[in-house]
């Protein structure tokens, strides 16, 4: 008997937020009460900055804030949010799997997430795959990053490789915001019993949140055989066309359709392994659900 798991099947409030930006305390271009004034509107922020834990302090508006560092070899980059302070003790960035998972390992037991950041950024800082299957127990790898430009910057390929080896791996959208321009170009949006710093990590933990480059859902449900998308709607998206890819295991294409709809349909098999959405609005607005998994 198919089952799949639904990580959208639960009640909760949408909230709106970036785990990976940086300021002045290291190679930002802007303050964090600067920071803070950008992603005024956002339900959460993370502050990421390399190699160091930057303290939230001052006055914001933002819901809900995260401690978060960059671990920043010169080989790879790995997002750590809400680690425990005492990582900082004996820290080092050197690069080795050793290293690196046991830094990985601390953040995910003080209940925080572990994150490979822009694992395609080939010209500097990238992951090779045999690294990525190396790695144990992280949350899930940046499959969008707004630094960079899409050319490099987008990780959906090596999301798709994770996941058909059999990884339960999450995508992350993060703006690594460092200068203005930058921000709020990819996001998370989260399904969240309540706006606290918890709630948002457990609902992150169990895949309730999808990345969006503007665009978004309404909700996704499974019923009678079929996974059913309600895409965002509104009188405007209504009138726009819309771009959807389903994808399935070794990224096969299980799915293509266009046109102004509100609603996706999908009478799934049951050998998909997993099954994951990519919608494009019109202007290249995007959409990305984490991944259903078949059982
Ligand atoms: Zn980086
Ligand atoms: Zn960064």
Redesign the pocket.
Known sequence: MTHIHNPYDKQGIWLRGSF?N?TTCSDGHHPLSTVYRMYHDYDFLGI?D?DRITVHEGEHTIGTLFEAV?VSSSQT?M?LVHPPSTLMEGYSNEFSIANYQRLSDACVENGGLSIL??PNRFFSHYWRHEDMLSMQRYNGIEVVNG?GNPEYDIAFDKWDYLLSAGRKIWGFGND?F?VYGQEKRAWNMVLAKEKTNEAILAAIREGSFYVSTGYGFDGIRVEEGQIIYDLRSSPLYDKMYKYVTLIGKEGRILHEETGRMKQVKYAYDGDEGYIRIAVYLEGGFGAFSQPLFVE
Do not use: I, Y
């Open positions: 990976h940086h990421s390399h960059e980059h997002l950041a822009h630094d690594d460092h």
